[in-house]
């Protein structure tokens, strides 16, 4: 099973930006289509971004569409979440998820996201 550690989050005042990673613990997700996913104290689980296993297909969340970049490096070992012009309404635990098929066409349904990682905080301050 693939395990997953993410970091980046930290404060940030509105209209800034943060860099978030998604990194494998012990495992490879490079065949795997990987999402991101947020989580306010008081708010269900929200979709944010999506990328295919070979990085062709991304998917976004209307409220972050324009905004966020979710992306792999080049060993696709790492996934990232480039978050630009931050809003207050955009705090919450940012996690990553990968997908529990291997080498899918495009991104998964969302009930097929799996191995959660920690999470990391994004503070987004007025």
């Known amino acids: 099973q693939v395990q997953l550690v993410e970091s980046g989050g930290g404060l940030v005042q509105a209209g800034g930006s943060l860099r978030l990673s998604c990194a494998a613990s012990g495992r490879t997700f490079s065949s795997n289509a990987m999402g991101w996913f947020r989580q306010a104290p008081v708010k269900e689980r929200e979709f944010v971004a999506a990328?295919?296993?070979?990085?062709?297909?991304?998917d976004y969340a209307v409220s972050v569409k324009g905004r966020f970049t979710i992306s792999r490096d080049v060993t696709k070992n790492t996934v990232y979440l480039q978050m630009n012009s931050l809003k207050p309404e955009d705090t919450a635990v940012y996690y990553c998820a990968a997908d529990r098929l291997k080498f899918r066409a495009g991104v998964p349904p969302l009930k097929d996201f799996s191995s959660w990682g920690q999470g990391t905080q994004v503070t987004v301050s007025s």
């Open positions: 990328i295919s296993w070979n990085g062709g297909v991304t």
